[in-house]
T-cell receptor, first 113, second 114 residues
Framework: NAGVTQTPKFQVLKTGQSMTLQCAQD?????MYWYRQDPGMGLRLIYY???????DKGEVPNGYNVSRLNKREFSLRLESAAPSQTSVYFC????????????FGSGTQLSVL | AQSVTQLGSHVSVSEGALVLLRCNYS??????LFWYVQYPNQGLQLLLK??????LVKGINGFEAEFKKSETSFHLTKPSAHMSDAAEYFC????????????FGSGTRLQVQP
């Protein structure tokens, strides 16, 4: 029972490089989310997808794009990485947008030099 | 807009002592409130939740929280700390309308001393 799977677990980028963080869930959940976690700031919502085919901005969407590829997969893309994007990124899913319980992946630690 | 404030970024208790982690929220409408726990190098897990009904809610691992509307608080407690409780704890809030995604507090790291 994999739950929410994120890849990669670690990544180092140079400023200006691009990359895509992958996320997949096998629980048939409708809603998926991307959060970033920074020391002293908790988790901040980057983008979310309430259902397949929809995406919406969260609190800190600048510098990111997302794609809800299908019901299972929700990717996060950094087109031109900046040092301010150094963070731990978490993908999460829930049964629906109003659901009370989020299931989290184990995170991607990203460093931008 | 909703927000969550967790008082104290670090809390240290002795094993067997009372655990009290504080959370206050601001909301113009009745909120849904949550506590999540994060163990090292893992994602977050739901500890307990308040939606409607009984204001004292019990969660996993002996934790409980009480919703106090008059104080806009949702503090997390456990009568007797265990070494395995050492983790980071996040309070979160969600509205029933608008953006239906959780807003998290900044977290409180709980240290349990032997």
């Amino acid at each position: 029972n994999a739950g929410v799977t994120q890849t990669p677990k670690f990544q180092v980028l140079k400023t200006g490089q691009s990359m895509t963080l992958q996320c997949a869930q096998d629980m048939n959940h409708n809603s998926m989310y991307w959060y970033r976690q920074d020391p002293g700031m908790g988790l901040r919502l980057i983008y979310y997808s309430a259902s397949e085919g929809t995406t919406d901005k969260g609190e800190v969407p600048n510098g990111y794009n997302v794609s809800r590829l299908n019901k299972r997969e929700f990717s996060l893309r950094l087109e031109s990485a900046a040092p301010s994007q150094t963070s731990v990124y978490f993908c999460a899913s829930s049964v629906g947008a109003g659901s009370e319980k989020l299931f989290f992946g184990s995170g991607t630690q990203l460093s931008v030099l | 807009a909703q927000s969550v404030t967790q008082l104290g970024s670090h809390v240290s208790v002795s094993e067997g002592a009372l655990v009290l982690l504080r959370c206050n929220y601001s909301s113009s409408v009745p909120p849904y409130l949550f506590w999540y726990v994060q163990y090292p190098n893992q994602g977050l897990q739901l500890l307990l939740k308040y939606t409607t009904g009984a204001t004292l809610v019990k969660g996993i691992n002996g934790f409980e929280a009480e919703f106090k509307k008059s104080e806009t608080s949702f503090h997390l407690t456990k009568p007797s700390a265990h070494m395995s409780d050492a983790a980071e704890y996040f309070c979160a809030v969600r509205m029933d309308t608008g953006r239906r995604a959780l807003t998290f507090g900044s977290g409180t790291r709980l240290q349990v001393q032997p």
